[in-house]
Antibody
Framework: EVQLVESGGGLVQPGGSLRLSCAAS????????MDWVRQAPGKGLEWVGR??????????EYAASVKGRFTISRDDSKNSLYLQMNSLKTEDTAVYYC?????????????WGQGTLVTVSS | DIQMTQSPSSLSASVGDRVTITCRAS??????LAWFQQKPGKAPKSLIY???SLQSGVPSKFSGSGSGTDFTLTISSLQPEDFATYYC?????????FGGGTKVEIK
């Protein structure tokens, strides 16, 4: 059974940093692109960014709203995905989901984690 | 960026109704279009990809259609468990973008 379990959320002050983790199980993690998607309270879904797999050089893509502040990484030996968030702003307050892309290239998501809440407030 | 416009933003329907939600992309997206269902307090669930292909385990009452820039999600006979918010999303180009969502409520 595919499982994605996020952790690391919490309350942080504006300007602070936080690192989210997503533990994957039930599939060959290294074969898949992985993404982060967020949802501000009462709002719609917003893509945050993507990491490709080793065969694609672990390259990354980011939304303009987080580029230069957030960094996505992965550790295939630990079946884990990470989101390092720096210079946090109040507008980064959201539930953050990790998602599994079904394949590579133009690939949809097929599984989502349960999410972890990040609150940026003084 | 490719803008995704969903309509309506909300609708009221009865159990057994046929429901159709529309999604329009600002540019052609080569049918790289997905639909998701989200219930309150829960993570989204993937329903459809490539505009019309059902994800594994998704019941056949859900169907997707369309091409180019105009797409639809249809629920053939609405059941109590289908009351939720539905989102479309394009994965043709970065940034990946979502429609604003359609909330399906009980009439």
């Amino acid at each position: 059974e595919v499982q994605l379990v996020e952790s690391g959320g919490g309350l942080v002050q504006p300007g602070g940093s936080l690192r989210l983790s997503c533990a994957a199980s039930g599939f060959t993690f290294s074969d898949h692109y992985m993404d982060w998607v967020r949802q501000a309270p009462g709002k719609g879904l917003e893509w945050v960014g993507r990491t490709r797999k080793k065969a694609n050089g672990y390259t990354t893509e980011y939304a303009a709203s987080v580029k230069g502040r957030f960094t996505i990484s992965r550790d295939d030996s630990k079946n884990s995905l990470y989101l390092q968030m720096n210079s946090l702003k109040t507008e980064d307050t959201a539930v953050y989901y990790c998602t599994r892309a079904a394949g590579a290239g133009y690939t949809p998501w097929d599984y989502w984690g349960q999410g972890t809440l990040v609150t940026v407030s003084s | 960026d490719i803008q995704m416009t969903q309509s309506p933003s909300s609708l009221s329907a009865s159990v057994g109704d046929r429901v159709t939600i529309t999604c329009r992309a600002s540019h052609g997206i080569n049918n790289y279009l997905a639909w998701f269902q989200q219930k309150p307090g829960k993570a989204p669930k993937s329903l459809i990809y490539a505009a019309s292909s059902l994800q594994s385990g998704v019941p056949s009452k859900f169907s997707g259609s369309g091409s180019g820039t105009d797409f639809t999600l249809t629920i053939s006979s609405l059941q109590p468990e289908d009351f939720a918010t539905y989102y479309c999303q394009q994965y043709n180009d970065y940034p990946l973008t979502f429609g604003g969502g359609t909330k399906v409520e009980i009439k």
